[in-house]
């Protein structure tokens, strides 16, 4: 970070000070002091501004050995909100969290047949209804984040190569920000996946790390020297869009053969129906009418169903042929497998980390650590956009 003058100084250091309170609460104006380096009249200054905005209060005193005992800091991540929201094909997420990172509350509603703007007014009118019977300020939200499929383009505003259409077309931070007057976060899905991983999850203690996540399109996130990477256009880690067929299924991209037209859910389940209803046998029949759900497709595949396997493992060799390629050039210390349905399970981490052993360059797969992502039972995705919103109010404080 370059600090140009002693206002941005001070705001650095106040951020500084808060993040230390917050990742070793209860802390002492002492132990602040030793930590940073800093003068107890500096410290002592930026706390009391934390105490008087309500950030940081003092608890239990701590034990001395003479003289007046140092009161302990804590974070009063109770005391403020954010809102996550998450967009999907058909469907719109939203959650309230605290500054703890305690989800609050968690909703839904369909989308479809709705424009982008009748969705952004409706979740308005939802979230403040939820705000008001949990008694919560409007005043005391902070910001609010939106977690994207496709490749938000922030210089021109809007949603690229999405598998949600209808906000093609949008400003989606402009209108957000116009109806809620809240700061507006907006990043790619896997890109929020990854940093969460990475400052939370799975991840911590990884300087270089690879997310991919499956879902009814496939998406990346990279970690590099303990940045978030998103390339100039921020496209960077868009693996579903790696062409994978010579003479394959036209991708929404507009390519030809991508990865995502074969080994994603969507293109797994479009497989599935298309080779039953063209004759072919399979135990889905046995318990399920077409068109067959993705978890039925997934619990067919668990219990032996033989199409079922012979379509998924033919998608997964793609998957496992286009992921050696970016390993192989990024060289990571970690690599993170998500999905949307929980179908990543110990005996596919298994059999990745086996078929990557003979494609990958053998020293890195030496190094290389294979895991699932971080199990969270109300939503990694939303947890991931509420991190990805208190770090960066934190450094606006």
Request: charge should be negative; charged fraction near 30%; hydrophobic fraction near 35%.
């Amino acid at each position: 970070m370059e600090i140009r003058n002693t206002r941005e100084l001070k705001q650095y250091n106040k951020f500084i000070i808060l993040n230390e309170i917050i990742e070793n609460q209860p802390v002492s104006r002492k132990d602040l002091t030793k930590k940073m380096e800093a003068s107890h009249a500096t410290i002592s200054y930026i706390v009391k501004d934390l105490i008087e905005e309500g950030l940081v209060v003092e608890t239990e005193f701590m034990e001395s050995n003479g003289g007046r005992p140092p009161r302990l800091l804590e974070f009063k991540g109770s005391s403020k909100f954010l809102i996550a929201v998450e967009i999907i094909d058909q469907v719109l997420w939203y959650s309230i969290f605290n500054l703890n990172l305690e989800l609050i509350k968690k909703s839904s509603f369909s989308t479809e047949e709705l424009t982008a703007q009748e969705i952004i007014n409706l979740s308005y009118s939802k979230i403040i209804k939820e705000l008001e019977e949990l008694d919560i300020d409007f005043d005391k939200l902070i910001g609010l984040g939106v977690s994207t499929p496709g490749i938000y383009e922030e210089d021109i505003d809007r949603l690229t190569n999405s598998t949600s259409k209808i906000w093609e077309g949008s400003n989606i931070k402009k209108e957000f920000q116009k109806k809620f007057k809240l700061p507006v976060y907006i990043e790619n899905d896997a890109n929020l996946a990854a940093y969460y991983e990475w400052a939370y999850g799975a991840g911590r203690g990884y300087s270089n790390l690879i997310y991919i996540y499956i879902a009814d399109g496939i998406g990346g996130g990279l970690i590099i020297n303990n940045q978030l990477y998103k390339g100039i256009h921020g496209k960077a880690g868009e693996i579903g869009h790696v062409k994978v067929k010579e003479e394959g299924e036209k991708c929404d991209c507009g390519g030809i053969g991508c990865l995502e037209t074969v080994s994603s859910i969507k293109a797994i389940r479009k497989e599935i129906n298309k080779r039953i209803s063209n004759g072919e046998k399979s135990n889905l029949l046995h318990s399920h009418q077409p068109p067959f759900t993705a978890d039925e497709v997934i619990k067919a595949y668990r219990e032996g169903d033989p199409l079922s396997r012979e379509i998924i493992d033919r998608a997964f060799s793609y998957l496992m042929n286009a992921l050696s390629s970016i390993i192989n050039l990024y060289d990571p210390g970690l690599l993170i497998l998500g999905d949307m349905h929980d179908f990543i399970d110990d005996e596919l981490i298994n059999r990745f980390k086996t078929g990557l052993k003979k494609i990958c360059f053998p020293n890195i797969m030496e190094k290389l650590d294979i895991v699932k992502k971080t199990d969270k039972e109300s939503n990694l995705q939303m947890h991931a956009t509420a991190a990805f919103v208190f770090d960066i109010w934190k450094k606006t404080v």
